[in-house]
């Protein structure tokens, strides 16, 4: 992404419902596969949210390759956050950790069956990644050309990229469902996954509203361990093969 985005993101990213509930539904979903004090390593952390939402229950670190990314974690009074690219874990830091998470972060890659693979190499015996992405390349997007992605994802095409990096997934699934109808209807007008939306907090009422919707769908995901048959998103939590 350009510094524009990661200056826009830091600003609002505590605020916006997308953000704010997103970061809830993960950190159920984390508390399903990960006891409390485990090592967490964000990998492409961006400005910050994430890390600062799991610190108070695990020793988080974050990496990411953009000077405006770290220079906003450090602003929000993040420490533990240093450069590093997708693909080296040479460039990770202190190894091996619990989980690896790239939220986001893989569509981002020319390829992302490589950074996978090394997230496997990083993690201790009974580690864990957990990976999100956009979803379904038929919503491909301005967004997607502005965020310079490679592509979107469908739930089998994701588990593959898992499995040809030696992971074995655990769960996979979509999120965002209750919202994607309407964000199809609206595709090109306003969709709620659009840069303006995600960029512009809407009136407290509205925000409140969209937050609490997609919030409630970490019971389904976390609470439940299954998902969603749709969604703007996908996921998938791996292990090591065999772990």
Do not use: K
């Not at 997934?169 to 964000?183: C, D, T, V």
């Amino acid at each position: 992404m350009d510094d524009g985005l990661y200056r826009a993101f830091a600003e609002i990213e505590d605020r916006h419902w997308w953000f704010v509930a997103r970061r809830e539904i993960l950190r159920r979903l984390i508390a399903r596969w990960l006891p409390d004090g485990a090592t967490v390593l964000d990998v492409g952390c961006g400005t910050g949210g994430f890390i600062a939402d799991l610190q108070d229950r695990y020793q988080v670190r974050g990496v990411d390759p953009a000077p405006a990314a770290l220079a906003a974690c450090r602003a929000r009074g993040l420490t533990a956050v240093h450069t590093g690219t997708a693909s080296d874990p040479a460039t990770w830091g202190p190894l091996p950790v619990d989980l690896v998470t790239f939220l986001d972060v893989v569509e981002h890659l020319e390829d992302d069956v490589s950074a996978l693979r090394a997230a496997r190499t990083a993690l201790r015996p009974g580690g864990r990644v957990i990976v999100t992405v956009p979803a379904y390349q038929w919503l491909w997007s301005e967004h997607d050309v502005r965020n310079r992605h490679y592509r979107r994802y469908t739930v089998r095409r994701l588990r593959r990229a898992h499995t040809a990096a030696g992971l074995r997934p655990l769960q996979s699934g979509y999120f965002n469902a209750l919202l994607f109808p309407f964000a199809v209807l609206q595709r090109g007008l306003a969709a709620v996954r659009a840069d303006r939306d995600l960029l512009s907090v809407p009136i407290a009422p509205i925000n409140r509203l969209l937050q609490a919707i997609f919030s409630s769908e970490g019971g389904v995901v976390a609470g439940l361990g299954r998902s969603f048959p749709y969604g703007l998103s996908a996921f998938c939590v791996s292990a090591a093969d065999g772990a």
